[in-house]
């Protein structure tokens, strides 16, 4: 009985982390605002090929909605004018199936516009970027490790439960032909 409780234990931990693992890969979005320019938006994360809706709301109003395509990695780029007049508070969400990500970006109105990127003299402020600190996700192919690591264990696991029942009755068991 106790040969079987640690494999048991084993497997119900391997189906209770690999998921976990695999879940924290969500998809997120990057938004680089450059003052008086435009707002360059960068989506990853997301299901590879296929096709993610974009809507952009300004100073809580809506402003467009884009259909965009990811790539093989599941990622996009656009880029919304944020030149004068385009200034505000921005809430961007895109999504593509059950797939969901948002930023909420300010967009700063330089006296400047586009122009050399000084306002009056003055150096226009830095790019701002909504990115979020990164999250520690340990290697990039953790949950295949874990599985695997799962599964040389459970092997192992079994090849000594059956190794040790046939040294068991005082014959000793030979691997010889």
Known sequence: MFRRVPLAFLAILVLLIVPATVAAAGPQLLA?????????????????????????TRNGNPDETRTLGTDAAGTFTTTIEAGPGRGGAYTLVATAGQSTASADIVAVETAGGTSGGTAGGVPAPPPTSTR??????????????????????GITGAWWAVRRRGTQGGEARSDEG
């Open 32 to 56: 680089t605002v450059i003052p008086g320019k435009e707002i360059d938006v960068i989506g990853s994360g997301f299901p590879a090929s296929t096709t993610v809706t974009v809507v952009i």
């Open 132 to 153: 979020p600190p990164a999250p520690d996700r340990g290697l990039p192919g953790a949950p295949i490790l874990a599985t695997l690591a799962a599964l040389v264990a």
